[in-house]
């Protein structure tokens, strides 16, 4: 009877675990903005959204090859190590709504767009693409991508999402881990990797303009991957994604921030944004309010958010998010003397977990 047992319970969470919000259901959350909203299926990391010029969301993000059937037969691939069913193309998702999503295909491509690649295409196959980021610049997009061995910046060749791709120095934006794009307010462009290190961009993004500086928190480092920027009232936010418990892969995938009255600092103090929010990217809706995107990134299935805020995750890679693209409602406001404060609204992510190794005020 126990062995009979275990399927049965794998099934079923297998099948709660992706049960999606209905259109409607995330319409009327997008307008309330007081809760996580699960807006999208599939398997993905680092899910990216942007809104483009056109009034239109764009999301991408780590994915397998588009087809893959590993996408079903094995939903909770970590995407790591020698079974990772990581590809390597860009897969593009358009939305006017963030509920209804039209597939773009995958416009870009190791294979068939990186300079890296060429003449070895067959290579390309095998090689994963990480953490693709779109950004606008005015006349066409720039994307990013990692790992570092092959990491890259390419531009679209026009307001349209695809080729042919144009990469400006691709010697410069190799060895460059989780790139990140951030325009000042006077038109200047630069590159953020490592975790964090920061340098402004030629015109046209034709290379670095000067030496990276490295950029911390006051207190220590940001974490560990999924740097990103923003310019909020006039001070920037350094965002960064690191484990709950300072481990690889212990306890629960968290975003936090800092920040400064000057691009290279100094930062304050590191502080909490939203657990299970690591690697996600904070963006505005066409109302102005701010989301945080999130994924499944754990070493078993989802958890129950029922009491989360009260649990100890730190024996194993755990998270409340389901497999797909969740956007999570986040607080933001400009405070009376000019600082920035960030919070996630829903209470399953707004806590630090008792795994969490640093104390917030």
Request: overall charge neutral.
């Amino acid at each position: 009877m126990k062995n009979l047992f275990l399927p049965l319970f794998f099934l079923f969470l297998s099948v709660t675990t992706k049960a999606q919000l209905s259109a409607g259901d995330i319409l009327a959350g997008v307008k309330s903005h007081d809760k996580a909203l699960h807006i999208k299926g599939g398997w993905i990391r680092d899910p990216y959204i942007v809104l483009g010029p056109d009034g239109k969301y764009y999301l991408t993000g780590t994915t397998p090859v588009a087809g893959d059937p590993r996408e079903q037969d094995d939903q909770y691939n970590t995407g790591l190590g020698k079974t990772s069913i990581v590809g390597y193309q860009v897969q593009v998702w358009c939305s006017d709504d963030l509920a209804h999503w039209k597939s773009l295909g995958a416009p870009y491509s190791l294979a068939e767009d990186s300079p890296t690649f060429k003449g070895r295409e067959e290579m390309a196959t095998k090689n994963p693409l990480w953490a693709p980021e779109l950004h606008w610049t005015g006349d066409c997009w720039a994307l990013v991508y990692c790992p570092q061995k092959h990491s890259g910046l390419a531009l679209s060749s026009g307001k349209d999402i695809k080729g042919p791709w144009k990469h400006p120095n691709p010697e410069a934006f190799l060895k460059k881990h989780d790139p990140s794009l951030f325009k000042d307010d006077d038109g200047t462009w630069y590159l953020l990797f490592s975790n964090t290190l920061i340098v402004p961009l030629k015109p046209d993004f034709a290379g670095l303009a000067g030496e990276p500086v490295r950029i911390d928190p006051s207190n220590r480092r940001i974490g560990h991957e999924g740097a990103t920027m923003r310019k909020i009232g006039k001070k920037y936010v350094h965002f960064g994604t690191a484990w709950s418990t300072d481990q690889g892969r212990k306890g629960s995938y968290n975003l936090y921030y800092c920040t400064s009255d000057k691009i290279t600092g100094p930062y304050s103090e590191r502080r909490f944004v939203g657990r299970f929010l690591g690697h996600g990217t904070p963006f505005q809706d066409k109302s102005g309010k701010w989301w945080c995107t999130a994924f499944f990134n754990g070493n078993r299935p989802p958890l129950d958010p029922d009491g989360i805020e009260k649990r100890d995750l730190r024996e194993d890679a755990q998270t409340i998010n389901k497999l797909g693209t969740t956007i999570v409602p986040l607080d933001v406001k400009i405070l009376p003397d000019g600082d920035v404060y960030i919070r996630a609204i829903d209470p399953h992510y707004a806590t630090p977990g008792p795994d969490e190794v640093q104390s917030f005020q």
